[in-house]
T-cell receptor, first 109, second 113 residues
Framework: AQRVTQPEKLLSVFKGAPVELKCNYS??????LFWYVQYSRQRLQLLLR??SRESIKGFTADLNKGETSFHLKKPFAQEEDSAMYYC???????????FGAGTRLFVKA | KAGVTQTPRYLIKTRGQQVTLSCSPI?????VSWYQQTPGQGLQFLFE???????NKGNFPGRFSGRQFSNSRSEMNVSTLELGDSALYLC????????????FGPGTRLTVL
């Protein structure tokens, strides 16, 4: 069964500290993995996807197939990074997206 | 380009009634997906439509149905509402390939009394 697990409901860090939001997935195949973000009073929006291998707003995420993980990282957190972050999986060639429960990141001044 | 729009934004219904929610995708997008968001279950996939055809559906009872029109606008319907159907219903549109970015609407907040 397809499943996405985000073990932390809330993550609180100080500004300037490194941040890592964990995501583990369960899927028997080659999934497409995404991180979505929802800032306060804004719509859910795509942050980054594993196939792009790019850095967005200083965030990066590496797909580790051995550990079935797709953790989101940023070396120096900023207050404006405070938001709800969702890890999501889409089956290759499929049209169904499975979301994790989400992690609320709070960056303290 | 205008974003994804959903109507109505808020809705209050009573148990046993039915409801229809509407989603207008970004111009040129042919895929519309629907999700239910609740505090307990998070974001759950309902179904996805492309060119008026349902390509995939989630694990929801038959009371939840949807359709897509030739202009790519989509509607979802929930019949015989239950208290547990209270949720934020989100739709997302994309060009249609599985790797394409999904753009989300603001959601319709449904409250069932």
């Amino acid at each position: 069964a397809q499943r996405v697990t985000q073990p932390e409901k809330l993550l609180s860090v100080f500004k300037g500290a490194p941040v890592e939001l964990k995501c583990n997935y369960s899927y028997s195949g080659s999934p497409e993995l995404f991180w979505y973000v929802q800032y306060s009073r804004q719509r859910l929006q795509l942050l980054l996807r594993h196939i792009s291998r790019e850095s967005i707003k200083g965030f990066t995420a590496d797909l580790n197939k051995g550990e079935t993980s797709f953790h989101l990282k940023k070396p120096f957190a900023q207050e404006e990074d405070s938001a709800m972050y969702y890890c999501a999986l889409r089956n290759t060639g499929g049209f169904k997206t499975i979301f994790g429960a989400g992690t609320r990141l709070f960056v303290k001044a | 380009k205008a974003g994804v729009t959903q109507t109505p934004r808020y809705l209050i219904k009573t148990r046993g009634q039915q409801v229809t929610l509407s989603c207008s995708p970004i111009s040129g997008h042919r895929s519309v997906s629907w999700y239910q968001q609740t505090p307990g279950q998070g974001l759950q996939f309902l179904f996805e439509y492309f060119s008026e055809t349902q390509r995939n559906k989630g694990n929801f009872p038959g009371r939840f149905s949807g359709r897509q029109f030739s202009n790519s606008r989509s509607e979802m319907n929930v019949s015989t509402l239950e208290l547990g159907d209270s949720a934020l219903y989100l739709c997302a549109s994309s060009l249609g390939q599985s790797s394409d970015t999904q753009y989300f609407g603001p959601g319709t907040r449904l409250t069932v009394l």
